[in-house]
């Protein structure tokens, strides 16, 4: 079931990938194995290029013809194999589309490395990846994309925050929860577990992390 906040439903479709309705726009946020193409897009918005972020077939699967898809360069050749319509957009900008005013924020990692010895980075900061704060109708949505805690995040004022707590190439469950008991939005919602990397257990670790005055809110995964 869609999690409902005020006039908007978030549904968590898995990974990072959500799904945003309200008042007749739906907004789809890096979209990924998606197995049903319905309801179609009016944004999709992409946080970077990597496979389990920017994917193709399910971008095609739920895009109409007036459909904006919204992509850090990094992204957009990827962004460019399934839709025409895609409007850049860098780290400290801001965009409108539709009901949504948008603010990009850098993704990245600090302490997340492939190679330890040599200190190469999952997520470099160089590259451009990014987060979107997300405001719609009086509701401000962060989508932390793939990063860690970075210093950037503490200006983050939110009502409802959707936050990596897998580990690896994101924030652990205990990093997680430094970041939004740092920010305290109202509702905190854990994404990136359950398909490529961690379970369950790091969701729920991080809802007993959380500040009991945030709401934690572990979503079943709609098709």
């Given amino acids: 079931m869609p999690f409902s906040y005020g006039e908007l439903l978030i549904s968590w479709l898995g990974h990072d990938s959500f799904r945003i309705t ?3 726009f739906v907004l789809y946020i890096d979209p990924y194995q998606l197995q049903v193409g319905d309801p179609k897009a009016d944004a999709i ?3 970077h290029e990597h496979f389990d ?3 193709p077939p399910s971008i095609q699967r739920i895009l109409k013809p007036s459909t904006v898809v919204v992509a850090p360069r990094v992204a957009r050749q990827c962004a460019l194999k399934a839709a025409r319509n895609v409007a850049e957009i860098s780290p400290g900008e801001e965009r409108e589309v539709g009901p949504l005013k948008i603010r990009a924020f850098p993704a990245y990692n600090i302490n997340k490395f492939r190679d330890p010895a040599r200190g190469v980075v999952f997520h470099p900061k160089e590259d451009g990846r990014v987060a979107y704060l997300i405001e719609w109708g009086g509701v401000r949505i962060f989508h932390a994309g793939d990063s860690d805690f970075v210093p950037e995040f503490r200006e983050v004022r939110a009502d409802v925050v959707l936050v990596p707590v897998s580990g690896v190439y994101v924030m652990t469950p205990q990093e997680a929860a430094e970041f939004v008991n740092a920010v305290m939005p109202k509702v905190a919602i854990p ?3 359950g398909s490529i990397v961690a379970s369950r257990r790091e969701a729920e670790e991080f809802k007993r992390l959380v500040r009991p005055e945030v709401q934690v809110v572990i979503l079943d995964r709609e098709i």
Wanted: proline fraction near 0%.
């Fill in 53 to 55: 972020h920017c994917d």
């Fill in 45 to 47: 918005l992409i946080t």
């Fill in 191 to 193: 994404m990136h577990y």
């Fill in 22 to 24: 309200g008042g007749g």
